[in-house]
């Protein structure tokens, strides 16, 4: 099962599949430095260069075996960045089935879930979530999640946690990127519209495992 997408390459870096510290992936990272350089027109300074070439390699780890596409969303001239997860796959004999794409976690408010239609796709789920990660402070995060599927398939696609104000950011970009998702290599057309069951979604005010602790002023950034 494959896809296929269209995405703004001034913002978005698609990630190969290269081992961290080979010389393919030291050909790869000054490749896109030096494209970086030049859309950048000098913001990309000796001084930010170690960090953006961080940034990347964190990227190249972050590629995971169950990803079509993997996805670095750049902004704008500086190290700010998001990793993006892209996985199409047919469902396994008794592979359970997942409604909504959000995580067993703590959130800090209640997520934000609602169809997503697509004209490719079919109709799939949205869902939006703020949440904490470490201790000492916990630091919030938000991420964004999409979830395309049939009785053949699904098209699953996972914004890694991430700053608040950055999924605000990245939102309406990625959903245009959602929409441009095609199977291709499906000659037996395996792959028919993803559908939605809207009484199977949470509804606002259904309980979820919510800190009641946390503040939540931050969760209009991930529920625009």
Request: glycine share 6%.
């Amino acid at each position: 099962m494959k896809i296929s997408l269209n995405v703004d390459t001034s913002r978005w870096l698609e990630l190969p599949r290269l081992v961290d510290g080979s010389e393919e992936a030291r050909q790869w990272e000054e490749a896109v430095l030096a494209d970086m350089k030049v859309a950048w027109r000098g913001a990309l300074d000796a001084p930010s260069e170690p960090f953006v070439r961080e940034a990347l390699r964190n990227g190249l780890r972050r590629v995971s075996d169950d990803d079509s596409v993997t996805l670095q969303y750049w902004p704008d001239a500086s190290i700010v960045n998001a990793i993006v997860h892209v996985s199409a796959a047919p469902f396994a004999p008794d592979e359970p089935r997942q409604v909504v794409p959000l995580a067993d976690m703590l959130f800090v408010t209640q997520p934000v879930v609602e169809m997503f239609d697509t004209a490719h796709l079919g109709d799939g789920v949205e869902a939006r979530y703020l949440t904490t990660i470490g201790e000492q402070p916990p630091i919030r995060v938000a991420g964004v999640n999409y979830l395309f599927q049939n009785e053949f398939g699904y098209v699953a696609v996972g914004v890694e946690p991430t700053l608040p104000s950055l999924v605000g950011i990245l939102l309406e970009p990625l959903r245009e990127v959602v929409r441009g998702i095609q199977i291709i290599d499906d000659a037996e057309g395996n792959w028919q519209r993803a559908s939605v069951d809207e009484s199977t979604l949470p509804h606002r005010g259904e309980e979820w495992n919510v800190d009641a602790g946390r503040e939540p002023e931050l969760s209009a950034h991930a529920a625009q």
